[in-house]
């Protein structure tokens, strides 16, 4: 297993090699693909069983991006994992690319296209109940954004994931706090976000998800409880590492400038630095 | 070249409108800002409501307001709106006969590189399908003016689609007569007709100025309003000009080709070329490039015209 310093350095490159992705192709959703970095980072490096070199290996986890928009942190991750070729993220989101804004199952490592949101916790239910059916033993990583959870849809699968006692379905939310149009709070209220999926029969914890170490610690002990579905509410910050970007609403899909992509690739160099000997 | 997006147009109309009747409320479904509707949120909060991310509340919520006197103008992407709320539509406000205006923004491959999830190409397929609900496309910025002044005054479901970008100008000015249902006859021709609607009108006139180059003069109409569809102008066209070639941002199947095929086929078959993206999740691209690649382009209809007249496009 990698150690938590090799994934916060990951992660850090993660988030570089995003902004140089949405800077490049001028589009992209900036603030999400941030705030979600270290999630993702910990998934792929450390607590996901699968095999680049064997993308539809039938054992391995499952990984549903439900707020597919954040798809540049992902195409980043499968890009350095050795899914597709790394020159391909030059493609990303021009004509004719299969690297598009959004999360796309041509590519290998991806396993259902998203982007409409409020889909994918149903689709994992799904697959979480195709894999008891199956008696494999894969499971299912989704996730979701907090603006996401206004979407009916996301509480009929909840209530179905707990009817079904699917504990190898595992919800996380990036609750960044913040949607297009501001505060999660403003928009929609969502709290008290835990209760309501604790209501909805789930095993519910809280972490910060901008901790590798924290991350890492409740990635690899779930299920947290048998016969429950797993749902880990990650705090996170939307803009995580650029200090300009952080908790603002404008970078949800904020293309950075010339100068802001220098100012943010210095500042996570120097973070990057802190963490190497 | 025009800068102002439809959107823009669309939220000062209804600003100005609702300020002088209380009842016009708008919703969004954290669109505002795709939307531009944060000026009027800003400017009158009691005449706005925001859902959060959930597009079926967003339109149930209509409906209800709806049958409480108010008259609301929904404002979400055409993707959703036409999709994840289509059962909304169908059962609550069409059947019901709720005075519900949804409008459809970034519509037809608007938002290119987002992929199908975010393309709306079924859209007037599916909405032009239910009883009671009104289709229109506004085709420039002026026209889109008109067309929210005369939703205000209009009674029942209507559905209106928008693209994102500022399109070139169709008209010059807002001095010409609209009427929700009435096609306008843009340009006068006995060789062929090309009927359009929304963004690919400026297309249709472009063509038909190459066209007239080559000899061929060609009658264009701007069909902004595909439900209820002006049928009277399209048998004239079919029986006038024996030829016509449709051009929408939308699937081939089910949209503004097929509403007039529909009409050629039972009182004057003629040919009918539809062009628009074929069945097959769109490629990825700017609007232009995805344009360019299937043919919706003024080149490409040039040539078409030229097929149909010489009748080459005949079934083998
Ligand atoms: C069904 C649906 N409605 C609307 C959108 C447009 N949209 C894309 S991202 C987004 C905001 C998402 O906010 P959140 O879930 O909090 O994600 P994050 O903050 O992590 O970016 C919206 C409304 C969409 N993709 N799908
Ligand atoms: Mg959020």
């Not at chain 1, 009916?152 to 209530?159: L, N, V, Y």
């Not at chain 1, 803009?239 to 952080?246: C, I, L, R, T």
């Not at chain 2, 689609?161 to 399109?167: A, K, Y």
């Given at each position: ?8 350095r990951k992660s850090?490159?993660i988030?570089?090699d ?11 959703h ?9 999630i993702l980072?910990?998934?792929y ?13 039938p054992?391995?986890?499952r ?15 499968l890009?350095?994992?050795g899914?597709f070729?790394k020159?391909?993220?030059k ?12 999360p ?9 296209n998203?982007?409409a949101?409020?889909h ?25 954004g907090?603006?996401?959870?206004a ?9 179905a ?11 996380i ?9 501001g505060?999660?709070e ?24 901008n ?5 890492s ?27 300009f970007?952080?908790?603002q609403p ?28 | 070249?025009?800068?102002i ?10 600003l100005r409108?609702?300020r ?14 795709s ?17 959060g991310?959930?597009e ?13 006197g ?7 992407p ?12 169908k059962?609550d406000?069409a ?5 519900v ?8 491959v ?28 506004p ?17 029942g ?10 399109v ?13 249902g009435k096609?306008i ?6 060789d ?10 400026r297309i249709?006139l472009?063509?038909?100025e190459?066209l007239?180059r080559?000899g061929?003069?060609?009658?264009v109409l701007?069909?902004h ?20 070639i449709?051009?929408e ?21 003629v ?20 344009f360019n ?9 040039q ?8 009748k ?5």
């Amino acid at each position: 297993m990698t150690s938590t310093l090799e994934l916060k350095r990951k992660s850090i490159q993660i988030r570089m090699d995003v902004l140089q992705l949405i800077h490049g192709a001028q589009t992209g959703h900036t603030g999400g693909s941030l705030s979600n970095s270290d999630i993702l980072t910990v998934l792929y490096y450390s607590v996901m069983r699968h095999d680049p070199s064997r993308a539809n290996w039938p054992g391995r986890d499952r990984f549903i991006a439900s707020k597919g928009h954040s798809v540049e942190s992902l195409w980043c991750i499968l890009a350095d994992l050795g899914y597709f070729p790394k020159e391909e993220l030059k493609t990303y989101c021009q004509f004719g690319t299969r690297l598009i804004g959004h999360p796309n199952n041509k590519v290998p490592g991806i396993e259902m296209n998203t982007g409409a949101l409020g889909h994918g916790l149903s689709i994992s239910v799904g697959m979480a109940m195709g894999a008891k059916m199956n008696g494999e033993p894969y499971r299912v990583f989704c996730l979701m954004g907090d603006g996401e959870q206004a979407e009916g849809s996301i509480w009929e699968a909840a209530m179905a994931a707990a009817h079904y006692k699917l504990d190898n379905l595992i919800g996380i939310i990036d609750r960044n706090r913040l949607q297009i149009s501001g505060g999660t709070e403003d928009v929609m209220g969502l709290e008290p976000l835990g209760s309501k999926w604790e209501a909805f029969g789930w095993q519910v914890t809280q972490v910060d998800g901008n901790d590798i170490p924290g991350l890492s610690d409740v990635l690899h002990a779930v299920p947290l409880q048998r016969g429950k579905p797993t749902l880990i509410i990650a705090n996170t910050v939307k803009g995580k590492g650029v200090s300009f970007a952080e908790n603002q609403p404008e970078w949800h899909h904020h293309v950075p400038n010339d100068v802001e992509l220098r100012l943010a690739l210095e500042q996570l160099s120097a973070e990057l630095s802190v963490y190497s000997e | 070249m025009n800068q102002i997006p439809n959107r823009q147009v669309i939220c000062e109309t209804l600003l100005r409108l609702a300020r002088l009747d209380p009842d016009i409320v708008v919703l969004t479904s954290d669109s505002r800002g795709s939307a531009a509707m944060a000026p009027f949120a800003q400017a009158l909060p009691e005449q706005f409501v925001e859902t959060g991310i959930a597009e079926q509340n967003l339109v149930g919520i209509a409906a209800g307001l709806a049958h409480s006197g108010k008259k609301p103008f929904v404002a979400s992407p055409a993707c959703f709106l036409s999709m994840r709320s289509i059962e909304q539509v169908k059962v609550d406000v069409a059947y019901s006969k709720m005075n519900v205006k949804l409008i459809g923004i970034s519509g037809g491959v608007s938002y290119g590189p987002l992929g199908m999830s975010h393309h709306s190409l079924q859209d007037i397929a599916v909405v032009r399908a239910i009883p009671n609900m009104a289709v229109l496309l506004p085709a420039d910025r002026h026209e889109t003016k008109k067309m929210i002044e005369a939703l205000v005054e209009f009674e029942g479901g209507a559905y209106v689609r928008i693209g994102r970008n500022p399109v070139q100008d169709v008209y010059s000015s807002d001095e010409y007569e609209f009427r929700i249902g009435k096609a306008i006859q843009l340009r006068e021709g006995q060789d062929l007709t090309l009927i359009a609607a929304g963004e690919t009108v400026r297309i249709a006139l472009d063509a038909c100025e190459l066209l007239t180059r080559d000899g061929i003069c060609c009658r264009v109409l701007n069909l902004h309003t595909i439900k209820p569809l002006d049928v009277d102008a399209i048998v004239a066209a079919a029986k006038e000009t024996g030829r016509i070639i449709t051009l929408e941002e939308h699937s081939v199947f089910g949209g503004l080709g097929a509403a007039v095929a529909e009409v050629t086929s039972r009182y004057c078959p003629v040919p009918v070329h539809i062009l628009g993206i074929p069945d097959e999740p769109a490629i990825a691209g700017k609007t232009a490039e995805i344009f360019n690649y299937y043919g919706i382009s003024p080149e490409n209809v040039q040539q078409i015209a030229h097929r149909l007249m010489q009748k080459q496009e005949m079934y083998e």
